[in-house]
């Protein structure tokens, strides 16, 4: 039986949203690192007494959140870069239980999944 897959233009498609989605959650992930590390540049929001009392009052709890957020992040940007190996191979949107096609509005909204919703609901009700 011929495997389903997506045609060389619909993943052609999808690998241009990735890539887009892939600079950016980069970008995001390099501003939680800055900051994480204090590499941010002095800009005029530092002044600002506001900004001085949260970032004093809550320091030891943005390390953490921003280490989590991090860690979140490093995982996206592994998912979406797994999904551009699947696009290369020509595997890419095809469920890895069901073996169907995810639907293409899936992907749009979840560009390195690789469970349909069906097998995603199965999973989550074991």
């Given at each position: 039986?011929?495997?389903?897959?997506?045609?060389?233009?619909?993943?052609?498609?999808?690998?241009?949203?990735?890539?887009?989605?892939?600079?950016?959650?980069?970008?995001?992930?390099?501003?939680?690192?800055?900051?994480?590390?204090?590499?941010?540049?002095?800009?005029?929001?530092d002044t600002s007494p506001t900004y001085k009392a949260l970032e004093e009052g809550s320091l030891t709890q943005s390390k953490e959140e921003l280490t989590t957020m991090a860690a979140r992040q490093q995982k996206f940007i592994q998912g979406l870069q797994a999904a551009l190996v699947r696009i290369e191979n020509k595997t890419y949107g095809v469920c890895r239980v069901t073996g169907k096609l995810i639907p293409k509005e899936r992907l749009r909204a979840v560009p390195h999944a690789t469970l349909s919703i069906e097998a995603k609901n199965m999973r989550d009700h074991k």
């Amino acid at each position: 039986m011929e495997s389903q897959r997506y045609s060389d233009e619909d993943l052609q498609e999808f690998k241009e949203l990735i890539m887009k989605k892939l600079e950016l959650a980069k970008a995001d992930y390099n501003q939680i690192m800055d900051t994480l590390t204090g590499r941010t540049s002095n800009n005029v929001d530092d002044t600002s007494p506001t900004y001085k009392a949260l970032e004093e009052g809550s320091l030891t709890q943005s390390k953490e959140e921003l280490t989590t957020m991090a860690a979140r992040q490093q995982k996206f940007i592994q998912g979406l870069q797994a999904a551009l190996v699947r696009i290369e191979n020509k595997t890419y949107g095809v469920c890895r239980v069901t073996g169907k096609l995810i639907p293409k509005e899936r992907l749009r909204a979840v560009p390195h999944a690789t469970l349909s919703i069906e097998a995603k609901n199965m999973r989550d009700h074991k």
